[in-house]
């Protein structure tokens, strides 16, 4: 399985959910934290993510910033 967001076959268009502008993916969270990060949890649960509901467990979270707000979110890609 792999990530479409991180192999470029896909991108990510979310909005902000405080101001509606853009957002920037800034990438796969586990590249920020690290593989043996004690903060990483791993997530078995279907996830909200904006408007995007995802079900599948095979999941790379990406981490994405909204230069407006100054605010940081994660969200989850379901894997192919």
Not at 34 to 40: D, Q, R
Not at 63 to 80: D, I, K, Q
């Amino acid at each position: 399985m792999f990530c479409p967001v991180c192999n470029g076959i896909q991108s990510l268009h979310i909005r902000c959910s405080s101001c509606a502008g853009a957002i920037v993916d800034c990438g796969r969270l586990s590249d920020l934290t690290g593989p043996y990060a004690p903060y990483a949890q791993i997530e078995d649960e279907p996830l909200l993510s904006g408007d995007v509901y995802l079900q599948n467990n095979s999941a790379c979270k990406h981490l994405l910033y909204c230069s407006t707000c100054n605010e940081a979110t994660e969200v989850s890609v379901t894997e192919w």
